[in-house]
Nanobody, 120 residues
Framework: QVQLVESGGGLVQPGGSLTLSCAAS????????LGWYRQAPGKEREWVAS???????DYPHSVEGRFTISRDNAKNTAHLQMNNLKPEDTAVYYC??????????????WGQGTQVTVSS
């Protein structure tokens, strides 16, 4: 089973930026959709970004315009660029690979997560 390892989390002030990275143990991003989720304390896991095999991206309204998902097939890495961060973005962020069905993303493999804390 593919292994996904996130990095780049940390503490950032409101309004700041952070880029998360995801390294895969094998070349999978060019043949799978990928996505990012997050989970804040006491809340359910939430989808924050996804990308189809062809590169089409999707975001929920809560992060659209602030977050950007990308991938580098040659390096087996994916990224989540996060700008204008808000305290409510504080959560553990997870990298996933998966599939699209009926225009909805379904993750099948998960990383271990990386903590993002937005606080002054």
């Amino acid at each position: 089973q593919v292994q996904l390892v996130e990095s780049g989390g940390g503490l950032v002030q409101p309004g700041g930026s952070l880029t998360l990275s995801c390294a895969a143990s094998e070349r999978i991003f060019y043949i799978n959709a990928l996505g990012w989720y997050r989970q804040a304390p006491g809340k359910e896991r939430e989808w924050v970004a996804s990308m189809t095999i062809r590169g089409t991206t999707d975001y929920p309204h809560s992060v659209e315009g602030r977050f950007t998902i990308s991938r580098d097939n040659a390096k087996n890495t994916a990224h989540l660029q996060m700008n204008n961060l808000k305290p409510e973005d504080t959560a553990v962020y997870y990298c996933t690979v998966g599939t699209y069905y009926n225009n909805r993303y379904y993750p099948t493999s998960w990383g271990q997560g990386t903590q993002v804390t937005v606080s002054s």
